[in-house]
């Protein structure tokens, strides 16, 4: 999501520096502000030509935030075109929430005297007041039309302790194929629900030790 401001906010200059809203964590939502570099920004911009390029001259007065939401269903990872294919399908709750993050994103930066707001809908690109985010709900019945993503892809490795429920053991060590270690967030059981950093970290820590000690 991105909201342009009547006044310049440098968001790019510096060390880059991000920030959160956790007053809906228990309901599994998460607010969040990075800045964005402009070839990103562009990339993922729903207009093109001299529309866009109007928006891009805009960039030190954007804010660039999101809406990230703790999933309650676990997707699969398949094969196709002879690479891996992670596919994910978010239900109807995980969706509300979504939706619900939105509105309370997009009403805070109009309160904070955001001129306007790209949203993430292919149906409905740009509110330009607190008013116009009634039209979310007539608007978003379908799934399809909201833009999502993710940085943080876990679980597809998932670490266990018997071969029959995960790809790896306790160790990290792949059951099928002796030797051979995994130590990122795949090895996740599930999704964590929180930037996975530091959770990252642990479990190479953990893996590297195992592999340092004599079998």
Known sequence: MLAIYPHDLYAWQ?????????????EGILMAENAVPPGSVGAQMPFLGEEAMDLMKRYNAMA??????????????????????ARYTITR???DRFLRGVRHLATLHFEMG?????????????????DDLAQIGRTQRSRSTMELFTVHLMGTCRMGSTPQHSVVDLNGEIWDLPGCYVADSSLFPTAVGV???????????RVAERLRLPN
């Not at 510096?14 to 228990?26: A, K, L, P, T």
């Open 64 to 85: 660039m935030t999101g809406v990230l939401v703790e999933d309650s269903h676990a997707g699969r990872v398949t094969r196709g075109f002879g690479a891996p294919m």
């Open 114 to 130: 955001a001129e306007k707001v790209i949203l993430p809908f292919s149906n409905f690109h740009v509110a330009n007041s607190v």
């Open 14 to 26: 510096g060390v880059s520096q991000g920030g959160q809203i956790r007053e809906f964590r228990d």
């Open 195 to 205: 930037n996975p950093q530091v959770t990252i970290m642990a479990l190479a820590t």
């Open 93 to 95: 709750y995980d969706h």
